[in-house]
């Protein structure tokens, strides 16, 4: 009887060690090192849809680990052995890699936050209510609660920016976040972007000019009314207006004159639009106006910033609808090019 009794607590016993072999290997490898601190690479690439499996054969074959099956059998513990790797690529976080388990979690993570991403940008947006209302649509973020926070005084200040100057901190950009993103976290994506398009070359480029940051988005913004369509275009017309400004001269640009009217539909500006008085209409006042009339896109900064050297002074549409403009060194010439464009105007209807 007692050797019956022997037989089966034997036979338990080995039931019990066979169900717990895999928890006690598993328990061993969640703290087995890596070899992620070896790597010289910064990714690794490989067709989304993926298996847990696939990508622990993947690491092994690329000497991140030493055994995939022992990969496997953790993330089997975890109850992840069905996982699929919805990415394309895993950043090699070596920090973050030093265990099975730390490498585990943070594929995990780097898994779950590509779902959890979107993209959101903004551009041809008037103020800064319809840049908070594109930065969300995608997104957790109420378009309200950014609005207000991006609005508030604090906020301006602590960015080093007044309210006339505080559009030119808005540089139109697609970029990556998280959906459930909070708006202190979205004033940073935008704040890093601000830093990393003023880098130093640029900067250096506009304090060869003569001209502040603010000061050449204010004038990329006029340039980008002028010039939408032909982005090839926007250095000539940039060059145009920094002759004049060297020279003193009033910029007298069109845009500038329907900005301060609040009417941007306007096609043909008669002399009682030129002869309305703010600050911001370039036919009455000097130099640059305030503050920007749009939200230049990067390309038309760097229109700016890598203006075209020329003589011209004066340019007048082209008559045809080709978009392009013509360009006077003289007024007499200038006066033959307006002529010219006001009488296709009048063919056309054009009123």
Not at 113 to 140: F, M, Q
Not at 231 to 245: M, S, T, V
Not at 261 to 290: A, Q, V
Request: proline share 4%; with cysteine; hydrophobic share 35%.
């Amino acid at each position: 009887m007692k050797r019956i009794i022997l037989l089966v607590v034997v036979a338990v016993l080995g039931v019990v060690a066979y169900i717990a072999y895999p928890y006690l290997k598993a328990y061993n490898i969640k703290d087995k090192s890596t070899n992620a601190s070896q790597l010289e690479i910064s990714k690794i690439k490989f067709e989304s849809g993926i298996s847990i499996q696939q990508l622990a054969e993947l690491l092994e074959e690329k000497e991140v680990i030493e055994n995939s099956e022992d990969l496997v059998l953790l993330a089997k513990m975890k109850d992840q052995e069905s996982l699929i790797i919805e990415i394309s690529e895993l950043k090699v976080e070596k920090e973050k890699w030093k265990t099975y388990n730390d490498l585990l979690n943070n594929i995990i993570f780097q898994n779950n936050n590509a779902l959890n991403t979107v993209y959101v940008e903004y551009n041809n947006v008037n103020s800064i209510e319809e840049i908070a209302g594109k930065l969300t649509r995608n997104i957790d973020l109420d378009s309200a609660e950014l609005t207000n926070y991006l609005l508030d005084p604090s906020t301006i200040s602590s960015l080093g920016f007044n309210e006339t100057s505080y559009s030119t901190f808005f540089i139109p950009i697609k970029f990556e976040v998280f959906k459930d993103i909070t708006k202190e976290e979205m004033l940073d994506k935008l704040k890093n972007y601000y830093k990393s398009f003023w880098n130093e070359e640029r900067k250096g480029k506009a304090a060869e000019i003569g001209y502040s940051q603010s000061e050449i988005t204010i004038l990329a913004s006029i340039v980008y009314e002028e010039q939408k369509v032909k982005f090839d275009e926007q250095p000539k017309i940039a060059g145009l207006y920094l002759n004049r400004l060297k020279k003193g001269w009033l910029l007298q640009a069109d845009p500038t004159v329907k900005y301060a009217i609040g009417d941007p539909s306007i096609k043909r500006l008669l002399f009682k639009h030129l002869e309305y008085d703010s600050p911001y209409n370039t036919y009455i006042y000097g130099g640059l106006p305030p503050g920007p009339i749009s939200f230049p896109e990067p390309q038309t900064i760097d229109a700016v910033l890598n203006y075209e050297k020329h003589d011209y002074m004066y340019m007048c549409a082209k008559p045809e609808y080709s978009g392009y403009h013509n360009f006077s060194k003289t007024l007499s010439q200038h006066d033959v090019y307006a002529a010219e464009y006001h009488k296709w105007l009048k063919s056309e209807g054009i009123k």
